[in-house]
């Protein structure tokens, strides 16, 4: 079986692409990865080419997020139909749903809701969206109700986005993740946190202040700066910048306590990837987090920079309590795996296609 699949290289998206469609190799569906937005890093290509099975294509054409107008999000969705019809795509896995929006894709469609402007701005922001907010919220509406089935990675943002786009409810399949290699050896008095520090949902700013309230270093992972002129300027916490996924996890290995202070996350990698490296969680106490972390993890508002600053430093100090919340998270962890996240994505893969149903 053949499937086209979209991915971007800005943030958890390719992460997701690249275990989904290493797992899929194993069950026979060879992936032809379109890579939309700016182009991937020199070690993101060559994590692409290390997967068996995957073609990686560089089309050069925006993400939806980033078109200027209506029309640019049709043109590349006409692209990616093309691409389809091309490779005799049997399936196609759009995790920018709104390029659906096109119409007359030669294969059945999958979309996948990993985030969107609606609920980031609900999450986010208050008052009315801004106009490209609203026509790009539009655009999104037509390609989610162009699909022929949906996905969404926690039961939370599924609910969300059927009451944001008047939708059934889209499948619950949760992301799943690999363990890093990196192996923890001395824990160091630190508390680590990653993902897009420029983006106001991930909400840095009040991290960043908690950072100054405790004697304990707060290192940030990922870029200050992203597209669209969207960024971050952090005082307090030591800046990393954009880091491989090696060094992420070697990061992870050395941190005892991991932070998420984010109003917006759909699912969120990086807690993933730090319970997995038996980190102890700090989480804002929002729905998703709760869904997937409740009883294993310390949660706080997330506008309390006093609130993160007082619970990071107490886990930091206190290695039994820190050492158990850790076991906690690392059990937990387990229901996340690609295996699991593969499993739901071919379930609905065979519900569309018989020829698959039938292997």
Not at 149 to 155: N, S
Request: glycine share 8%; aromatic share 6%; proline share 6%.
């Amino acid at each position: 079986m053949r499937v086209l699949m979209t991915a971007d290289a800005v943030g958890g998206v390719w992460t997701y692409a690249l275990d989904l469609a290493r797992a899929l190799g194993g069950a026979g569906v060879r992936t032809t990865l379109a890579v939309v937005g700016p182009a991937p890093s020199p070690d993101q290509v060559r994590a692409a080419h290390a997967v068996p099975g995957l073609t990686l294509l560089e089309t050069g054409l925006p993400l939806d997020w980033m078109a200027t107008e209506p029309a640019e999000i049709l043109e590349v969705g006409a692209a990616l139909r093309g691409l389809a019809r091309g490779v005799r795509a049997d399936l196609i896995h759009l995790n920018s749903p709104a390029f659906a929006s096109v119409g007359d894709f030669p294969a059945p469609v999958v979309g996948v809701c990993h985030s969107c402007l609606a609920t980031w701005w609900s999450a986010v922001k208050d008052g009315p969206m801004p106009a490209d907010f609203r026509w790009r919220t539009q655009a999104l509406w037509q390609g989610l109700h162009a699909c022929d089935a949906l996905i969404a990675p926690t039961r939370a943002f599924a609910d969300e986005t059927a009451a944001a786009y008047d939708l059934p409810r889209p499948h619950a399949v949760w992301n799943g993740r690999n363990p890093g290699a990196a192996k923890a050896s001395h824990r160091e008095r630190m508390v680590f946190t990653s993902g897009r520090l420029w983006d106001e949902g991930k909400n840095l700013a009040v991290l960043d202040e908690a950072a100054s309230l405790m004697s304990a270093p707060l290192h940030a992972a990922g870029p200050e700066q992203g597209p669209n002129d969207a960024g971050v300027r952090l005082k307090h916490a030591r800046v990393l910048g954009r880091l491989s996924s090696h060094d992420v996890a070697e990061w992870l290995a050395r941190a005892p306590v991991y932070a998420s202070s984010a109003l917006y996350e759909p699912f969120g990698l990086g807690v993933l990837e730090a319970a997995q490296a038996g980190c102890a969680l700090v989480l804002s106490d929002i729905p998703t987090f709760r869904e997937l972390w409740d009883e294993a993890a310390v949660f706080i508002d997330p506008t309390d920079a006093r609130g993160f600053a007082a619970a990071l430093e107490q886990l930091v100090d206190d290695a039994a309590g820190r050492e158990a919340l850790a076991a906690k998270a690392l059990a937990r962890a387990q229901r996340y795996s690609v295996e699991a996240m593969t499993s739901g994505v071919l379930d609905l893969y065979r519900q569309l296609h018989p020829e698959l149903a039938a292997a």
